[in-house]
């Protein structure tokens, strides 16, 4: 799927979101009242390697990362345990044996993994329907977060 295909489907699907180019991605924040300069994060498509994140191959033509957030509860039943933080310029390190780099597979983001959130590199359309799932998780994740910090 291409990318603005993927940006028209979730800006479709869910409200109050903004999208922002920021740190060399596109992010979609939750900022319904505009009360953030950005908002909750709650999706990110990256489409380039940076000196610290390079291990998705992302400098190969049109390939990007489809990255969102999800509960721990659903993080641990598809990966298991959380693995530590990493240190700076250094990946996750996880029980099993993914390359980062493989396309169109459901895996821990290979930085932020430690705080639940989950990627895909440059889904098909089942794939992305399937990913899909999760975003929803993330959207209402970033949700609830805002409408606490406002008590809405």
């Not at 996750?92 to 705080?115: R, S």
């Amino acid at each position: 799927m291409q990318i603005e295909e993927i940006i028209n489907i979730l800006q479709d699907k869910y409200s109050g979101i903004v999208l922002r180019e920021i740190y060399g991605e596109k992010a979609l924040f939750y900022n319904p009242h505009n009360y953030f300069k950005n908002g909750v994060y709650f999706c990110t498509i990256k489409e380039t390697d940076g000196p610290n994140d390079n291990i998705s191959k992302l400098n190969r033509e049109g390939i990007y990362r489809l990255s969102c957030s999800i509960d721990y509860i659903c993080y641990e039943r598809l990966f298991g345990k959380k693995p530590s933080r990493p240190k700076r310029g250094e990946y996750v390190k996880i029980g099993c044996d993914i390359k980062f780099e493989c396309l169109n597979i459901i895996m821990p983001h290979p930085i932020y993994a430690y705080l639940y959130w989950i990627c895909i590199n440059s889904p098909n359309k089942e794939k992305f329907y399937e990913f899909l799932e999760f975003i929803d998780i993330s959207y209402n994740k970033a949700k609830s977060k805002y409408d606490k910090k406002f008590r809405i």
